[in-house]
């Protein structure tokens, strides 16, 4: 016996679309400067830097790990990623396409097509395919929220206020 799908492809696409159009909407309203610019908190990120990560979790996971893809992927380069935002608002809709394609492709119960190397921090257990589209919306929600706290932060340094 099948076991019932939780959610359907557009369901989890939607989702998705959110955390992707939350995260891109902040760097494009931050602009080039501020968006590659990093709070004064230990450790923290810059806008840009964290959705180039998103993006290269995407990639990965939905596109390695699920459909196959050869990806090459530099994890700690995505962390220091700089640039102008435009393009990088250009790859989060190539991004976004290729994933809709890989979802609606996958087969949530099967095995991944890869075994995704323990630096990349992925869940400690086994995956199936729907599990490691489950890990993709995880890291792109948790995020978008930290994202959100970037933008505050870096706008309260500059005396400028955050609207809603």
């Known amino acids: 016996m099948r076991e019932p799908h939780v959610i ?5 696409l939607y989702y998705v679309d959110r955390a992707l159009d939350g995260m891109a909407d902040i760097v494009a309203g931050l602009g080039d400067d501020l968006a590659n610019g990093r709070p004064p ?15 290269g979790v995407v990639s990965y996971w939905a596109g390695a790990l699920v459909a196959g ?4 992927r530099d994890r700690e380069a995505e962390f220091a990623a700089a640039g102008p935002v435009g393009p990088l608002l250009d790859r989060v809709a190539e991004v976004r396409a290729r994933l809709a394609e890989d979802v609606r ?11 995704p190397p323990a630096a990349f921090l992925g869940p400690g257990r086994e995956l199936t395919q729907g599990a490691a589209l489950l890990h993709v919306y995880e890291e792109l929600a948790q995020h978008h ?20």
């Open 145 to 164: 929220g930290q994202m959100e706290i970037l933008r505050d932060a870096i706008l309260a340094e500059r005396g400028t206020a955050v609207t809603r």
């Open 105 to 115: 492709a996958a087969d949530p119960a099967a095995r991944l097509r890869g075994t």
């Open 69 to 72: 893809r050869e990806v090459v």
């Open 41 to 55: 908190l230990p450790g923290a990120n810059s806008p840009y830097a964290l959705l180039t990560h998103c993006l």
């Open 8 to 12: 359907t492809n557009d369901d989890y």
